[in-house]
């Protein structure tokens, strides 16, 4: 009982100090956090594409959450709306993509979320629309439909589809990195958050973690082992990352980190 005790003290303890620490730093921890996780994941894990079943399958349950949330509580308060669309589009677009070129259980987990998602969408818009505040949703989707529209059609993946297949994917890809920023600046418009929403979100974050987890490792195969636990790991594998994989996962990469930093 006693090394227990002394165990949950020394955690809070930790968590106090980051608490007291200034944001530069706290972002600083979090990336630190974030690479150390993605190297033990290296070294441990076998079958990386579990990763990214993991993470669709943790972004259907941070959905079911806002499910339960709007059937129990009768409220979208906290919620955006555009964040939603984006989900939408980019689940729609993937969904189209993915039977055209793989079709597996990706298609199907991608598939359920997309209803999932439109469910939420036609709940906010009229069955909960009293308890949807549009004044603090106030990010505009072409901001982040139009550039990666265009990004898209400027770097997208080389394989033997056509070029049409190519810029949809990458079109789909760049617009999942960047489609929780609407709630981000709703949250920061409200100056608070909603437990079922903080639940919601936090789930987005880890499934986005995975995702992104899974294409460093898998695009950085090349990178050896110890390269990635020697003292410069973070400088060596994102130069070996850059040099040999696509520039479509590269620039995801940054899309993804940036999102997340925030």
Known sequence: MGSKRDSNSAVKKVFEWIRKQSKKMKILLAVMAMLFSLVALKLTAKYHNHFFIASESIHAAGILVLIYKLTTKKTC?????KSQELTAIYLAVRVVCSFNLECDIHTLLDFAT??????????????????YIKELDNFPIYYMV????????LINPRTAHIYFSHVLWAFCVYLEAVSVMPQLRMMQ?????????????????????????????????????????????????????????????SVTIILRVSCRAN
């Open 114 to 131: 997309f209803l999932f998602t439109a469910w939420v969408i036609f709940m906010i818009r009229f069955k909960l629309k009293s308890t």
């Open 189 to 249: 418009n409200a100056k608070m958050i909603e437990p079922f929403t903080a639940h919601y979100v936090f789930a987005l974050g880890m499934a986005r973690f995975l995702a992104c987890a899974h294409w460093i490792i898998q695009e950085g195969g090349i990178c050896s082992w110890w390269d990635m636990v020697t003292f410069g790991f973070p400088w060596l594998y994102l130069q070996k990352l850059f040099k040999h994989s696509s520039w479509l996962t």
């Open 146 to 153: 139009v550039p990666c529209a265009i990004l898209a059609m």
């Open 77 to 81: 308060s906290g919620l955006s709306l």
